[in-house]
């Protein structure tokens, strides 16, 4: 599977190294020279220089032979031209789109970018999981909906709360990548220890998330 990447911030360079790292063709695009030129540093070849929001620089990044294109600038337009383009102009089986302001889902919807992610609607999925007893967020599937990116919300009564990750006994099919706390991004390695409040960004198969839950947050079935 080829995906290409459109935006070259915190979510667009973990996106790409994920998918990296699961042995995906990834092609990340950003059209700062600067930002590209560190971004090579550590992805490589993976990384070209062109605007995302073009056809010329689609084209550069074989945007025609593509099976998925994503979109995380910050800003909506941006993400909203480059869906467009994929989707009508290049073909694009699946288009993905990060959204900054979630008034602006609907228009992303009503123009056919039908998978949308935005950060400001974890809250309303957090109520939606808790009534519907999921209390794992998926935010974006792959590998033919074999994995997830999941989040997960830490409490003050979680499991893990206050303990290394190399501490935890997690499957073999999961691993924690990302924490985010308050406004700060953590990018996660054994040493790290859990807080409570913690968001944390995990890559999970679909058969591990229900153990995964359980040892993030442990058993909440009886809480109100």
Known sequence: MYVVVVG??????????????????VTLVDWNFNKTELLRQ??????IFASGSSIDGLEKAGCERADVIVAVTGDDEDNLVVCQL??????????????????????????GVGTTISGTTSITEAI???VAKQKITTLLTFDHDEMALVE????????????????????????IALILRGRNVIFAKGDT??????LVIAISTMGEQEKLTRILLGDMEGEE
């Open 8 to 25: 070259g911030g915190q979510v667009g360079y973990y996106l790409t190294k994920t998918l990296l790292s699961k042995g995906y063709e």
């Open 42 to 47: 550590e992805l490589g070849d993976a990384v």
């Open 86 to 111: 994929g989707k009508r102009y290049f073909k694009v089986p699946k288009a993905i789109a990060r959204i900054n302001n979630p008034k602006n889902e609907h228009v992303f919807r009503e123009l």
């Open 128 to 130: 939606e999981r808790y």
């Open 152 to 175: 997960a919300e830490l409490h003050e009564k979680s499991p893990v709360a206050y303990k290394a990750i190399k501490d935890l006994e997690l499957p073999y099919e999961c691993l």
């Open 193 to 198: 220890v859990l807080e409570p409040k913690d």
